[in-house]
């Protein structure tokens, strides 16, 4: 099993709607990302976990906020979102020992902010 | 400057062209290279990757990097319609953060 499965594919939220997005992965590796992608342009980072710990937060705002309940599952909570927040949302896994692969994506949400 | 620069494009070739997509770093702490292939409007997908410099192949697929001079570069032999995507290269240290670049358009005309 070499995926990384994201839910929902599509998402439109009002502004002052509270949604998660999911992510969950058994390749048993233990570094989570959630990345952002506007059209056109590359993933931008905005959360790491290392073994279900916070590691990396790129200055996120807090109407982000990423939980990793288990080391297969992450999430991300959105609340109060902008429509500039509109986005594909993608999350990815790597294992975080030394291994002969690098990080997998899932195929992303597509989150619309009306 | 950013991290990993790379031209954007696009790059249109014919169908059996061989095609080179490039990049160069300037972070000295960055030990892995990664090139992922994104088809529009779904992830990406990891092609190749390579730990410190020398050459990698997979069928079509040859990347290279030269620490020396910061340079990674993927090969596409025989290329196909279906190859057309965003080509993505990304570097990481010894870190989590995997740093990308702006991504490559490649359209491979029939």
């Known amino acids: 099993d070499t995926e990384v499965t994201q839910t929902p594919k599509h998402l439109v939220m009002g502004m002052t709607n509270k949604k998660s997005l999911k992510c969950e992965q058994h390749m048993g590796h233990r570094a989570m990302y959630w990345y952002k992608q506007k059209a056109k342009k590359p993933p931008e980072l905005m959360f790491v976990y290392s073994y279900e710990k916070l590691s990396i937060n790129e200055s996120v705002p807090s109407r982000f906020s990423p939980e990793c309940p288990n080391s297969s599952l992450l999430n991300l909570h959105l609340h109060a979102l902008q429509p500039e927040d509109s986005a594909l949302y993608l999350c990815a896994s790597r294992p975080v020992l030394r ?15 009306v | 400057q950013k991290e990993v620069e790379q031209d954007p494009g696009p790059l249109s ?42 050459n990698k192949e997979d069928g079509r697929f040859t990347a290279q990097v030269d620490k020396s001079s910061k340079y990674i570069s993927l090969f596409i032999r025989d290329s196909q319609p279906s190859d057309s995507a965003t080509y993505l290269c990304a570097s990481r240290g010894n870190g989590n953060k995997l740093v990308f670049g702006a991504g490559t358009i490649l359209r491979v005309k029939s």
């Open chain 2, 13 to 54: 070739v014919p169908e059996g062209a061989i095609v080179s997509l490039n990049c160069t770093y300037s972070n000295s702490a960055f030990q892995y290279f990664m090139w992922y292939r994104q088809y529009s409007r779904k992830g990406p997908e990891l092609l190749m990757y390579t730990y410190s410099s020398g």
């Open chain 1, 99 to 113: 291994g002969n692969t690098e990080a997998f994506f899932g195929q992303g949400t597509r989150l619309t902010v």
